[in-house]
């Protein structure tokens, strides 16, 4: 487990979490009716990050 957390796999893992959220998102603004704006747009920005670090991550534990 812990060669998993520090691998670089790690970051793509949160960028599949933070798609799940994103989706979360979705649902209730056309279900319900509530767009959370500042919650979008912070995923989206933690979302550039990780992605940003898996593809520029040279190493490689797991």
């Given at each position: 487990?812990?060669?998993f ?18 989706a ?5 603004a ?6 959370m704006?500042?919650f ?14 898996f ?8």
């Amino acid at each position: 487990m812990k060669k998993f957390l520090t691998g670089n796999w790690w970051h793509l893992f949160c960028a599949f979490y933070m798609v799940a959220i994103i989706a979360y998102i979705v649902f209730f603004a056309v279900v319900h009716h509530i767009l959370m704006a500042g919650f979008l747009v912070s995923t989206l920005f933690m979302l550039g990050i990780e992605l940003y670090i898996f593809a520029t991550s040279r190493k490689s534990v797991v």
